[in-house]
Structures are given as structure tokens and as C-alpha cells.
């Protein structure tokens, strides 16, 4: 990274060049870095708005930044780049990824309490069965990959209500429609984020104590210069035993364009046969170790042994993948509610591995994400007329896509499912020798997986708890997928080595590619954002940086004290 002068410079995605030293003078320059609203107008001059604390984006990570900081009383700029807050839980329709002992253990009280509004919703709102409605831990779809399988509105609706009375009581202001385009910073402190509205093109100046980069791509990063990591990391850099060689800064995992189908038996809802079909209906993914066939088929590479596997597909009967991660299960419901059952589609076919978003010219993103559109539809419009079937034919016409679930007009979903972002260069990251089950029993002599512990960190914030799950990547890799045990999330994770008042809360911490397969789900992310929002109301009561925190024993103690009342677990049972 290039060294950063100490004069008030604005920086932007192209190129990084200094502008005007006013911050209210208007901003020529790159256009945002928008996956999705294409270009808008820009005003002629911004307007500024301060607060004590600004978020940019409403990820999963945004929204409990955004939370946490409220409740403490602190005054809060929200900013999103689509029409609804949530992230990988709404506008990527990707149901929760969690651990399996979500229900009891292993995650916040605020992000439980998120999980029970979802089911209450169903329950106010929803002709639930009477089975249904009495079952406590009820599983809307009733998919196999998560306990709590529900549609993204149902998700967002929760998300709201919890931000309703901050939202009315002017603690958080929420900006929709807005994408971060600039940012002054002075020495080794960000002192404003210029965003603009991709409905009018008015641009706002914000100003905050603390900024927060709950981007889903680590936009705020290149942005402010913060020093980041991409891609896969030189073994000889984190000592991982899986990683790479030499480093691959443009190897990410794939990212999905996910989207909603149902099943309407003697049906005909075959699309029209998408632009790129023939292209996509002969790809064989280029992968290391190979990609078990044709990408578009039932057989795919099985994330643990890389042999074959098909899981199976019938929608008539509602097995196999179209169960995987089914969100409405029509039986739960009063009969009439629903026409068929309802399944998103974020499998292993549809997973886009040639190209990136990450630092790349905006043309260059906006080809990878047409085509991703592309490989979804493709892949619907294969089972819709080639797709094996158990009676011997081929072809389930009856698969509708259902563009109402996901809120938008091509039926899918308002952002790529993204799970590798830009990574902050931090004070302390987290590698596969501090959380990964072979490299732990390696390290400490315990034999056996389901003793050994994840390293013990003194400045832990928050846990979680998933194996090391990456999906095939555009360097080539296939499926990693390997053992670890129940985490800590350390404060050093969360502090960029030289920018003082910039902190991550999404995929953006100090990870390695590696590690981040098991930090980027929904639960820890949440975790994040919500000691990255206390974080910033315990600086703001004592007037002290995120750094000296971490620096004083006593001042980490008290922080860690806080986090603990406001529900917030810093280490796993023992039994676990």
C-alpha cells in the first residue's frame, strides 16, 4: 500500500487521487461500485450529516452494529446499497447458516431474539396448521440446512421491527439506496464518507467519531486505504498447512446469484431458453482436483472427498436438493395457502467461479455478474427440461420461479450471495492453526477431534462455531471443507493495524482466506457487528480508540464486562 500523506485528501475507487480540500464541494471522479442500480446523476453539491457513529451497509454485521450502538445511546447513520437491510439472510436469500446447537447455545442474546421475531411473525401472521403453531422450534421450510428455514421477507420484516422504535426515535437513521462513493482522511484517521442515492443522485457527507465497513465487499477498505488482504494467503505468511504456496490475491471463492422456485405439478412455467445456455449447458468448471462432470447435472463434487455425489432431485416429493434448502413446507400451512413448496436455490450448480467483484474495473464486475444471472437461469431452465427424472423422463416443467419471493423483476435474488470480501490487514488474524481441529491436535497432542479446543483468546468478543467450508474458487480450487472446533472471535480481529477509527463487521476481519469459511456465517457475523456496536459506545463514553481497548487490561476487562451483560457469550461450555 502506498503511503498515505498527512493533508486532507479524498480518496475513491479510481485510482485513489486527491480531490478538493472542502468536504461540501462536490466530487468528481469514479462512479460507485455498484453491483446492482447502475448509474445515476450526481448533485451538484453534498450535504453533510453527523452522528456518533456511521455503519456503511446493512448487512447482517451492519444491522447489529447499528443495534448495539443505539442501545447504548449512541446517534447512528445506517447506509445500504439495496431496498432492504439483512444482507446474505434477505436481499441474498441464503437461509441461516448456524451451528447445529443454535437453539440453546452459540450465539447472542440479540441474535436469538432475532431468530424467535422470525418464528413470531409466522405466528401473527401466517394460517399456520395447529401442529405448526404449536411447535416451538418451528422450521417454516423445513430444509435440511438449517433449523430454521423461512422466506427472506419474513426475515427483513423481523429486522425492522427490531429497528422500528431507534429508527422513530431518530437514534439510527437509515439511508436506502445509498453506496459509499468517496472518503477524507486525515493521517491515520477517516474524517468523512461521502454516499450518494442511486434514486436521486443527491450525495450526503457524513461525519462520525467511528466508522463502521459492513459492506458485504470491504468497500470502505480501498476507500479510506486501509490496508487489506485478498484471496488466498503464502504459507510462508500464515503458517496454515492448507495454504497456498505462494500467494493468490484474485483466487476468492465463487459467489451465487441465488434465487426462489416452487413446484406446481401438471404445470408448464419453462422460461424462455436463457441467452447463454448453450455455453453453460456444456462447462466443465476448470477445477483442481476435477469437478465431477458437466456443471449443469445432478452430480457435483462432494465438499468433504471431492468424489460424485448426487443428493438426489424431486420436487413432486420434495427431496433430495430441493429440500436442501426448502422454505416453505405447504403441509405447516393451511391447505390453499400455498401452491406448492418453495425452495431457494443456492447449490453447488449455480456457484460462479470465473471471475470475481473484488477490485476489479466496474465493467469487469458487472460481466461476471450478468453471467452468474446467467448460470442460475441456465441451471433452472436444465431442470426445467433436461433434468433426469425417477420415471424415466426428463424435464420437471412444473418449477416456477417465483420472482415475488425475492422482490425483484428477474426473479433473482437484489445482491450475490458474496462469501469472501476484502480483508483488513489487523492486529491479530486468525488462522487454521488457531481454529482448525487437525492443526489444534497437532499443536496441542490431543488425539482425539471432539476434545481438542480452539485457541483461547484473551480479547475474545463473541464465539462461534462452523467447519472450514470454502466453495470452489476462481483460482481453480474445488471444494475445501475441513474439521473445526467451536471459536472465539478476538478483538485484534476486529482492528485494522494503522487506521484508528475504522472498524470491520462483516466478511471484512482479520482472517485468512481460510479461516474466513468459517467466520463468514449469519450467526457470527451478527456477533461481529453487535461487539463491533458496543465497541464503539464503550470508546465514545470514555473517549478513548478501539486500539487502547485492546492495549489495557483493565479498559478490556470492563469492555469485556459490558459485552457479557448485553448477552453476549465470550467463550463456549465446557461441556461443548
Known sequence: MPSVPTRRRFLRTAGLAAAVPLLTRSLPGAEPPLLYGGRVTRSPAAKELAADLVVIGGSLGGCAAALAAARRGLRVVLTEETDWIGGQLTSQAVPPDENYLVETTGATKSYQALRQRIRDYYARNFPLTDAARANKLLNPG????????????VALAALNEMLAPWIAGRRIELLLRHVPVAAAVQGDRVEAVRVRSLESGHELVLRAPLFVDATELGDLLPLTQTEYVTGAE??????????????????????????????????????????DYAFWREHVPPLTPPWSGKLLSLFYSQPRTLKPFNMGFDPSKG????????????????????????????WPQNDYMLGNLVDVSPEEAARHLDAAKQLSLSWLYWLQTECPRPDGGTGWKGLRLRPDIVGT??????????????????????????????????????????EVTAEDFKDSVGIGYYNIDLHPS???DNYIDFGARPFQIPLGALLP?????????????????????????HPVEWNIGESVGELAAFC????????????????????????????????WPKKV
Not at 423445513?142 to 421477507?153: A, D, I, W, Y
Not at 504456496?245 to 484474485?250: K, N, S, T, V, Y
Not at 483488513?424 to 492443526?439: D, Q, S
Open 409 to 450: 423483476e428477474d426473479g433473482l435474488a437484489k445482491y450475490p450471495y458474496i462469501r469472501e470480501s476484502r480483508r483488513i490487514r489487523a492486529e491479530f488474524t486468525v488462522t487454521e492453526l488457531h481454529v482448525g481441529t487437525e492443526a489444534r491436535m497437532n499443536a496441542t497432542g490431543v488425539k482425539s477431534a471432539t
Open 234 to 275: 503464502a504459507q510462508r505468511d500464515t503458517g496454515e498447512p492448507r495454504a497456498k504456496p505462494e500467494a493468490q490475491p484474485r483466487n476468492h471463492q465463487s459467489f451465487t446469484c441465488c434465487f426462489a422456485m416452487d413446484y406446481l405439478e401438471g404445470e408448464d412455467h419453462t422460461l424462455a431458453k436463457p441467452r
Open 142 to 153: 423445513n430444509g435440511s440446512v438449517s433449523k430454521l428455514c423461512h422466506e427472506p421477507r
Open 319 to 346: 427431496t433430495g436438493l430441493f429440500k436442501y434448502r426448502r422454505i416453505v413446507d405447504r403441509t405447516q400451512f393451511a391447505p390453499g395457502t400455498y401452491a406448492g413448496d418453495v425452495t431457494l436455490v443456492n
Open 497 to 521: 493495524r494503522r487506521i484508528e477509527n475504522l472498524l470491520p463487521a462483516c466478511k471484512n476481519i482479520g482472517t485468512t482466506h481460510l479461516t474466513n469459511g468459517c467466520y463468514r456465517l
Open 540 to 571: 465514545a463514553a470514555g473517549k478513548r480508540s478501539p486500539r487502547a481497548v485492546r492495549g489495557n487490561a483493565n479498559l478490556l476487562a470492563d469492555f469485556q464486562r459490558q459485552l457479557t451483560a448485553a448477552g453476549i457469550p465470550l467463550g
Open 474 to 476: 476462481s483460482g481453480g
